[in-house]
């Protein structure tokens, strides 16, 4: 391991031993997380993105690099129930996925924003109807729109994590590799016309390596993830992200998995789901946190 990389760890695991410094530890809003399903087929080794789907109790889930344009929908059991090809769409790095809703439509977005070598500065977002279990597995590329954003200045885009805001379509994306992961926003789907957009810094927070995040089906509850730790805010009344995410978050009681690197609040905002990668044949579960009812508002 040569000297830079080192470093570069050991800056990593400093940050996050003093996570605890930072956030407010607390047992009062979700329950343990409990395996609900195990991870078992073989196209699904390197899980980076989940959503919930739909059709209440399944989820869309891809991989990141090494796999094509694909969107897999599976169960509440971790359940394999269908594979979806974007038609004409080659991908570099998918890190997430999500949905948003537009013209009493359903969408999904499919974020390639990987950057591993560091020679990307544009990054791709596919947008596309949220496909049914019943639909063709192709996904045709006339149904296919693709968005371009980048990070202010001369920055490298290198982020895994997306979230659509529910209330507003605002997208926010959060970087990876900065020393101090940083929230970047856009109105990319507000503005049909417009296809390439830059991203405006909406808010920095004292800790590195974010490898996803998701908003809640209200648009008041943020989480966003690490390799350890899980985040979360709530937004009160009248304030706005930036503002809310000024705040010390909560954070949430959390057995680290092997490469936990997909993070999706339920349909109903009644808890959230966590979902690895399964490196070195380690195993994968699908982990639910259940909201404890009546939480306070820290």
């Known amino acids: ?9 050991l800056v ?43 059709e209440k109790g399944n989820f869309w889930v891809h991989n990141d690099s090494g ?3 694909n969107i897999y929908l599976i169960d509440r059991h971790a359940k394999l129930l269908k594979t979806f090809t974007l038609e004409g769409v080659s991908v570099v790095d998918c890190e997430d996925i999500d949905r948003l809703r537009m013209g009493n439509k359903n969408y999904l977005v499919l974020a390639d924003i990987g950057n591993n070598l560091r020679k990307r500065t544009w990054a791709s977002l596919y947008v596309f109807p949220e496909p049914s279990i019943c639909d063709s597995t192709l996904i045709s590329k006339k149904d296919i729109k693709t968005i371009f954003v980048k990070f202010p200045g001369q920055k490298r885009l290198d982020a895994e994590a997306v979230m659509v805001d529910p209330q507003d379509n605002m997208l926010y994306v959060v ?29 920095e927070l004292p800790f590195t390596f974010a490898t996803a995040a998701a908003i809640d089906p209200s648009g008041k509850e943020m989480l966003i993830k690490n390799i350890t730790t899980i985040f979360y805010w709530k937004k009160k009344s009248g304030k706005s992200w930036a503002e809310t995410l000024q ?18 609040f339920d349909d109903e905002s009644n808890g959230f789901y966590t979902l690895s990668e399964r490196p070195f044949g380690l195993k994968s579960y699908l982990y639910y946190f259940e909201k404890i009812p009546k939480s306070n508002d820290k």
């Open 67 to 69: 796999d094509g344009a």
């Open 247 to 264: 705040r010390k978050p909560i954070e949430i009681p959390y057995a680290v998995e092997p490469q936990g690197e997909a993070i999706t």
């Open 12 to 54: 990593i695991v400093l940050f996050l031993s003093g996570l605890r410094l930072y956030a407010q530890n607390s047992k009062d809003y979700f329950k343990t997380q409990i395996a609900v399903g195990e991870l078992i087929d073989p196209q699904l080794k390197e899980v980076s993105g989940i959503a919930a789907s739909r």
């Open 175 to 203: 970087s990876k590799r900065e020393f101090r992961s940083t929230v970047y926003s856009a109105p990319v789907f507000t503005n049909t016309k417009q296809q390439y957009f830059t991203l405006s810094k909406t808010a």
């Open 1 to 9: 391991m040569n000297i830079a990389r080192t470093k570069a760890l």
